[in-house]
T-cell receptor, first 110, second 113 residues
């Protein structure tokens, strides 16, 4: 069974602070996706990283895929209240099925 | 385009009752999925359908059945609901492609008493 562990589970910060969320596994994934989920809604895809060492930027969000394709990180610069939500990483493994991490719940206070 | 739609949005059942959760997508995707989401456990795959006419078990299939009615619709049935099936259920769809990027519905919040 492929497992993805996310840390931290909860994060509460002030507007303007920076933060990093981690997604770790002992398994290799062919690609890794990050989703954001708001209360009462389904997850929405933010980004897919494919190549080991790849870095993708989405405005104030920076996503990195580990060199060995076993881990990933999400860094948010100058967080805003609109960034509040549940962040989920998901790795594509056997049969291209996704394995989801447990999620990081982020609250950004104004 | 509505994307992925799910009905109902909320449901309360008594132990032993049955119900069917409906899902439809209008993106012409081949693959569809059913997940459950429990606190701190992310999303766990119940069943999936890689194409019309095929279904396969995921990580947690016990107590559930599915039907891929046509390319658009994928339903999830609980034959005899149990309190352990209290959860939020999400349907998703994806194109056939290398990364399996998924589009999710808004979810069904199910409580089994």
């Amino acid at each position: 069974t492929q497992l993805l562990e996310q840390s931290p589970q909860f994060l509460s910060i002030q507007e303007g602070e920076n933060l990093t969320v981690y997604c770790n596994s002992s398994s290799v994934f062919s690609s890794l996706q990050w989703y954001r989920q708001e209360p009462g809604e389904g997850p929405v895809l933010l980004v897919t990283v494919v190549t080991g060492g790849e870095v993708k930027k989405l405005k104030r969000l920076t996503f990195q895929f580990g060199d060995a394709r076993k881990d990933s990180s999400l860094h948010i610069t100058a967080a805003q209240p609109g960034d509040t939500g549940l962040y989920l990483c998901a790795g594509a493994g056997r049969g291209n099925m996704l394995t989801f991490g447990g999620g990081t719940r982020l609250m950004v206070k104004p | 385009n509505a994307g992925v739609t799910q009905t109902p949005k909320f449901q309360v059942l008594k132990t032993g009752q049955s119900m069917t959760l409906q899902c439809a997508q209008d993106m012409n995707h081949n693959s569809m999925y059913w997940y459950r989401q429990d606190p701190g456990m992310g999303l766990r795959l119940i069943y999936y359908s890689a194409s019309e006419g095929t279904t396969d078990k995921g990580e947690v299939p016990n107590g559930y059945n599915v039907s891929r009615l046509n390319k658009r619709e994928f339903s999830l049935r609980l034959e005899s609901a149990a309190p352990s099936q209290t959860s939020v259920y999400f349907c998703a769809s994806s194109e056939t492609g290398p990364y399996n990027e998924q589009f999710f519905g808004p979810g069904t919040r199910l409580t089994v008493l």
